[in-house]
Every structure is written in C-alpha cells, then in structure tokens.
C-alpha cells in the first residue's frame, strides 16, 4: 500500500472549513477512485497542524492520481484560507487498523 | 540422338485443350459473369453455353445458400490478385447439387479489352463419390451385394447418431468427437481426427478417436503445421481428399507422430461448410488403407458437414455473446472512468473555486472574479467533456439528421481524409446505429493503426439490405483473429443478423466490407 501526505497550517476555523470540503466533495469523488484505499485526517491543535492521509492500493495509482491530488489539495488550501506545508509520497511499511 | 523442340502452347491448343478436357472449365469477370462454360460444365450441369454466357454464376449454378461465400471468394480474389482454391457446390439444371474442387486464378484478357478475367478449372468430386457404389450394390454376386448394403446402413446408422448428437445441442466437442468416432468406425480403423483450418496454413485438432488411449500422439487442441507433406496439407491445398501412402520418410510434427503411434499411412478429406473449406477428417492405419477409402471418407464428410456446420455455428455464436458481454461492461467501465477522471473532477475543481470566489468576495474582489473566471473555463471543459461522452454513447445527429452527416462529423474529428457516400434516406434505428458503429470503429482504427493517408466510406441500400465498404490506403495486413477489434465489428453485424468481413493483404490497404438486412430490423 502507497500513502500521500498533504500538510496544512490551519487554524480552527480552517480545519473546520476544511473537514467540511474533504467529507462532502473530496470523499465521495475520491471513493469511485481506482485504487484509493482510504484516507486519515489528522488535527493538532496545539500546533494548528492539519496533516491529510490518502492511501492507495499500489503505486500504480498513487501515481495516477498524483495530478488531481496536487491541484484538488491545493485548491482546498486556497480555499480554506491557508497553505501547504508539505505534500510527500510514502509507501506503507505496516497498517494494522481495528475499525471502531 | 535427336532433339526436339518443346511443343507450343497457342491459342488453338487452350481451345481444344478446353473443349475436350473432362474438367470443368469457365471464366468469369469481376461481377461474376460467365464468360466461358466448356463442354464438360454444360455435360455437368445440363445448363448450356447459351443460357449462362453474361449471366451471373450465382443465377444459374452457384446455390442460393452459398452465393454470399462465393461473392467473397470473388472479392478476395480481385483485391489480391492472390489464388483461392475452393470446395463447393453447383446447381444442375434438374436441381441436383454437384460438390466441385475449383482452382483459379486471374489472366489478362485482350477480348476484355487488357482487363483481367477469372479462369477457373474443377472437377466434379460428386463423380467419384459412392453414388456409383449404391448402384453397384444391385449389380453383382449377391455376397457383393449383402456388404454394400451393409455397408450403408452402417454409414445411415453413424450419421443418425451425430444428427441425434447435433440435435440434442450437444457441445462441438462432443459434436466432433462424434463425427471421428463414427468416421473410424464406418472405415473400419483405430484412430481419426477432425481438424478445424486455422486461415494460416495450420489446423487445430477439434475431434479426436483413438484406441491408443492416454499414449495418443495426437490429442484434442494440438495445432498442427498442415504442410504439403500432410494429408490435411494436400486437403488444405487441392479440397479434394488425399492419401499418404506411407510416413516413413516424411518429415515434420505430424509424421513423427504418426511413426510413434506406428501408423502407416493415412486418408483425409475435406469438411466444406457453407461452400468454405472448413477443416479436414483424417484417418490412419498401420497397413495400407483400401483403394476406395478416399472416395468413402470424402462422402461421409460430405453428408457430416452439415452436423459440424451447426456445431461450428452454435460455437461461434456463443463466443459471439460472451465477446458481446464483455465489449459491453469494457465499454460501461470505460465510461465510469472517463466520467470520474473527466467532468466529475472538472465539477468538484468548480465547487471548490466557487466556494474560494465567495471567500474571496469582500476582502479581494479583483482575486474573486479571476476564481470566477477560472471556473467558468473549468465548467466549458467539464461540458466538453460531457458532450463527447454523450456523442461516443449515441450521437445526437445520427438521431436527428441520420447516418450520412453523424458519419461525416466523425470524419471531420479524424487526423486523415475521409471521403463518406451515404444514402440520405432514413433506415430502422438499430441498423443506422450498428451501422455507425462499426464505421466509426473501423475509421477510428485506420487512424490509429493503419498508416493511411486517406480513406473511403460508401454505404448503399440494395435490396433490402444496407450494403457498406470502408477502405483505406494504408499499411494492410490487420489480423481479423488478433485482438477482439475485428472480431468485435463481426458480432455487432452478426447480433442485427448481418454479416462483416475484412480484406487486408500486406500493403495493399484494408477493405471491411458488411451487409446489415433491413428487413429484419
């Protein structure tokens, strides 16, 4: 499995914008995917830090959709009002998840 | 010692030769007009020279089933130029079918004015089969008799049981199975085989009897070289049947494997279905297989070509639905992905672009309306998008103006010149959409694979039937058994009861050539 990092300095109010944009328009678009596994949103808000995990079957299509992944990420920054600290590609070395 | 010259071969030999010969002779121009029908064509079919000379062959001799393969065998003929010996019949004048081995070829004629004619030589196999022997076995001691009659009852019994088999809708395999199993058995011999001619100078074997069980050299599926050396060779080339008397010094697959299972010599004939040479029986045997083997083979072969053909057909047909199937959930798939990947991205891009062109609404109108902008250039193309999908799916115009201007608006999108002739009435829906279908397909495919600097569209309605041709100039040599793109335009003309062939010799250009019936439709 293939993972894409997307990190974002946000505020509150960014996250919360921006919680609402992943789960309403990304989400279901980014299920009908080829490939896309999942993805993990993550909020320290102590650090207003907002880090975005999309994980992929295999390389094949994390690579794919690399292009709609940098525009639709940084069009969700512009959008929220902040900027992109970071955007990396990983390959999952483990993923052990107990759902619930 | 004396020397003499090597006779002369003139105008009044190819006369005479043509006149006294026993083989039947005649010559045909493009259309399939007789331009000659000697003395031995008119002794066969009690037709004389008078009443077919200008007229169609398909009006007089060639049956009505097997006009269609014979308008392909001609096209083949005068696009290549290439030899294509065939197996048919041929209708007498009191309505008796008579199987003819043909050979041809293509001479310049100067009573044509320089253009070329198609002589073509036969000889009447239904001569030698056992039509003679059934009279015989009312001649002759009555020991004679008893065996003849036994004889053929033996043959109605073997061919009742395949009938039954074909009947019962059982699979070509076992159809073919049947036919090996009754072939050796009516010729009394260990071991036979039906082979399916692959178009490439192979067989593949479809049936296969042997009482050498698991040591069998030759099993069900093995694709064999069915070269001159071969009696599925000699069938392949002359449609007659043909005998190896002896395999000891014969090379290549098949005579090693017939050495290994220790037979010696060996009979094949040919399976002709629908006038086309289809594949071959063989049968083999340790000793020296009986004088009239041949002509026994080739007439049980003949009376089982009919079971094989509705084997064939069933087969086909269901390779037909299943590549149907498939081509369709390729298609539904494609589609589902061209609309994620294309205008539904394109439409979750503008609803973020909106939503950053409201933010940016008060504080940074200049930065707003560039947003906007760039929205409304991302709903164009996600419109675009939409649109082509729509066209790909069906076509407004071919609904609203019909096939000539949908065909021409295909054209116009195609990297290479197109030139489209179509009739400008309206047919049944399902036609005028198959028919563009398999055109712009074929167009598409010229584009993408042939090398073609240009290519021609001429669709006609004659009759009840929608004729069409799509040529081009290109490289040629596509491979109607490679890939499921051919095959594909073949089942859509054969789902609306039509029919679809392809023409393409190496530099010579491609011609797919199909007749899709109105009547039905």
């Not at chain 2, 010599?265 to 009239?292: F, N, Q, Y």
């Not at chain 2, 009919?306 to 064939?312: D, G, M, N, T």
């Not at chain 2, 584009?447 to 041709?469: I, P, Q, Y």
Request: charged content about 25%; some cysteine; hydrophobic content about 45%.
């Amino acid at each position: 499995m293939f993972a894409r990092l997307h990190a974002l300095r946000t505020t509150q109010e960014q996250h919360d914008l921006g919680l609402e944009i992943v789960r309403d328009q990304l989400l279901p678009w980014l299920r009908d995917s080829s490939g896309f596994r999942g993805l993990i949103r993550l909020w320290d808000s102590a650090e207003a830090k907002t880090l975005v995990i999309t994980l992929w079957a295999d390389e094949e299509s994390l690579r794919a959709s690399a292009a709609a992944g940098n525009q639709l990420g940084e069009l969700t920054a512009e959008t929220v009002g902040t900027t992109r600290l970071a955007l990396e590609d990983y390959e999952v070395s483990l993923f052990d998840v107990t759902a619930g | 010692m004396s020397q003499r010259a090597e006779f002369v071969l003139g105008d009044e030999f190819a006369k005479v030769l043509t006149e006294t010969t026993m083989s039947l002779v005649s010559v045909l121009d493009r259309d399939g007009r007789i331009l000659l029908f000697n003395d031995a064509c008119e002794r066969v079919t009690g037709f004389t020279r008078d009443e077919v000379i200008g007229v169609d062959a398909r009006e007089f001799v060639i049956p009505p089933e097997e006009a269609e393969a014979f308008g392909e065998v001609l096209a083949y003929i005068w696009s290549t130029g290439l030899s294509s010996p065939q197996v048919g019949h041929w209708l007498t004048r009191n309505g008796e079918r008579k199987l003819i081995a043909w050979s041809n070829r293509l001479m310049e004629s100067e009573d044509e004015g320089g253009s070329a004619v198609l002589v073509t030589t036969g000889i009447d196999l239904s001569a030698s089969t056992p039509t003679g022997v059934d009279d015989a076995a009312f001649e002759g001691d009555p020991g004679a008799k008893l065996a003849e009659i036994s004889r053929l009852a033996q043959e109605q019994r073997a061919l009742r049981r395949v009938a039954t088999l074909v009947a019962s809708e059982a699979t070509p395999e076992r159809v073919f199975t049947a036919v090996s199993e009754e072939c050796a058995r009516v010729l009394e011999v260990n071991a036979s085989a039906v082979f399916r001619f692959e178009g490439d100078d192979t067989a593949t074997i479809v049936g296969r009897h042997s009482r050498a069980g698991d040591a069998d050299a030759f099993n069900l599926g093995m694709r064999l070289s069915a070269t001159e050396d071969t009696g599925i060779g000699r069938v392949l080339r002359t449609g007659t049947p043909a005998r190896i008397h002896d395999y000891a010094e014969k090379p290549g697959e098949i005579a090693d494997n017939m050495r290994r299972m220790n037979y010696r010599s060996s009979v094949s004939a040919p399976i002709v279905v629908a006038g086309i040479l289809w594949g071959a029986v063989g049968i083999a045997s340790a000793e020296p297989l009986p004088a009239d083997t041949e002509a026994r083979l080739g007439a049980f072969c003949e009376l089982v070509s009919l079971a094989v053909a509705s084997a064939q057909a069933r087969e086909d047909l269901t390779a037909s639905r299943a590549r149907l199937v498939k081509a369709g959930d390729e298609q539904r798939r494609k589609l589902e992905r061209n609309l994620h990947d294309g205008a539904q991205q394109r439409l979750v891009s503008l609803a973020l672009t909106i939503r950053l062109a409201r933010r940016k609404l008060d504080s940074d109108p200049a930065g707003a309306a560039s947003s906007l902008e760039g929205a409304a250039k991302e709903l164009d193309l996600a419109l675009e998008e939409l649109r082509e999908l729509a066209r790909g799916l069906h076509p407004a115009a071919l609904t609203e103006q019909g096939l000539g201007p949908a065909l021409a608006a295909v054209a116009k999108r195609l990297p290479i010149d197109v030139d489209v002739s179509a009739p400008a009435e309206r047919l049944p829906e399902n036609i005028e959409a198959t028919a563009y279908y398999i055109v712009s397909e074929a167009l598409t495919n010229v584009a993408k694979h042939a090398h073609a600097s240009k290519a021609n569209v001429d669709l006609t309605v004659a009759g009840s039937a929608l004729r069409f041709e799509v040529t081009d100039d290109g490289r040629g040599g596509a491979d109607p058994s490679a890939g499921s793109g051919i095959l594909g335009l073949r089942d859509r003309a054969e789902a609306v009861g039509g029919t679809l062939f392809v023409i393409s010799p190496p530099g010579k250009g491609t011609i797919v050539t199909a007749q899709l019936p109105l009547s039905d439709a």
